[in-house]
C-alpha cells in the first residue's frame, strides 16, 4: 500500500472561482479515488480513476491522472460555499487497502 | 437505508479501561474496515474484514482487536485503553474486493482517552 499526498494542505477562494487539489503517489496503481470529508463527518466518495484513464469528469468535479508522473489532480469548477470541505486522494494497489494522505483543506468564502 | 452507522459517537475513556466500538453496515458489503484518524494525519487502517468469520491486520492494528461475527456489523475494541489512542475512529465498507469499488464511511466516533 502507499500513501498519497495531497498538495496543497490548504486552499482559500471565493466563490465562483476554481479550486485545484493535487495528489502525489510512489509506486504502481490499479486505480486512484477521491473523498471528501464535511466537518465532523465521514468520508463521502466523490470520483474513481482507473490507471488506464486519464480524465473523467463528474458534474464540476474534473479529475486527470498522470501514471508516468505518478500524480493526479482535482478541479472543482464555479466553486460554491458548500464545497467547503477537506478533499483526500486515495491511490490503490493491487490489494485490498486504501491509504490517504492529509488532505487539502479547502475554503470557498462567499 | 442508514448506510454505515457507527455507535458510540463520542466517548470518554480512562487509561486501561476497555471499550467496543460498533460498526454496521445495512448494505449487504462484504468488505469492511476500521480507520483511525489523527490531526494533520489522514487516515490510518487499523483492521479489516473481507467476510463473515474473516478479520487481517492493517497499517497500525496494535492495542487493538476486531470481530465480524455477522456480516453486517465490525466491531473495534480497546483492550486497555492508552492516551496515544484518542482520536476520531471511522469505519467503512465496500461491496467487494478488486479494488475498484468506492468505500462508504461512517460519521465515525470521537474518543477520548483521560
Known amino acids: 500500500s502507499q500513501q498519497g499526498e495531497e498538495d496543497p494542505q490548504a486552499l482559500s477562494i471565493q466563490e465562483g472561482e476554481n479550486a485545484t487539489m493535487n495528489c502525489s503517489y510512489k509506486?504502481?496503481?490499479?486505480?486512484l479515488q477521491w473523498y471528501r470529508q464535511n466537518s465532523g463527518r465521514g468520508l463521502v466518495h466523490l470520483i474513481l480513476?482507473?490507471?488506464?484513464?486519464r480524465e473523467k469528469h463528474s458534474g464540476r468535479l474534473r479529475v486527470t491522472l498522470d501514471t508516468s508522473k505518478k500524480s493526479s489532480s482535482l478541479l472543482i469548477t464555479a466553486s460554491r460555499a458548500a464545497d467547503t470541505a477537506s478533499y483526500f486522494c486515495?491511490?490503490?494497489?493491487?490489494?485490498?487497502?486504501?491509504?490517504f494522505g492529509g488532505g487539502t483543506r479547502l475554503m470557498v468564502k462567499p | 437505508n442508514a448506510g454505515v452507522t457507527q455507535t458510540p459517537k463520542f466517548r470518554v475513556l480512562k487509561t486501561g479501561q476497555s471499550m467496543t466500538l460498533l460498526c454496521a453496515q445495512d448494505m449487504n458489503h462484504e468488505y469492511m474496515y476500521w480507520y483511525r484518524q489523527d490531526p494533520g494525519m489522514g487516515l490510518r487502517l487499523i483492521h479489516y474484514s473481507v467476510g463473515e468469520g474473516t478479520t487481517a491486520k492493517g497499517e497500525v492494528p496494535d492495542g487493538y482487536n476486531v470481530s465480524r461475527l455477522k456480516k453486517q456489523n465490525f466491531l473495534l475494541g480497546l483492550e486497555s485503553a492508552a492516551p496515544s489512542q484518542t482520536s476520531v475512529y471511522f469505519c467503512?465498507?465496500?461491496?467487494?474486493?478488486?479494488?475498484?469499488?468506492?468505500?462508504?464511511f461512517g460519521d465515525g466516533t470521537r474518543l477520548s482517552i483521560l
Open positions: 467503512a465498507s465496500t461491496i467487494g474486493g478488486g479494488g475498484n469499488q468506492p468505500q462508504h
Open positions: 509506486t504502481s496503481i490499479n486505480n
Open positions: 486515495a491511490p490503490r494497489d493491487a490489494g485490498n487497502m486504501l491509504t
Open positions: 480513476i482507473r490507471s488506464n484513464e
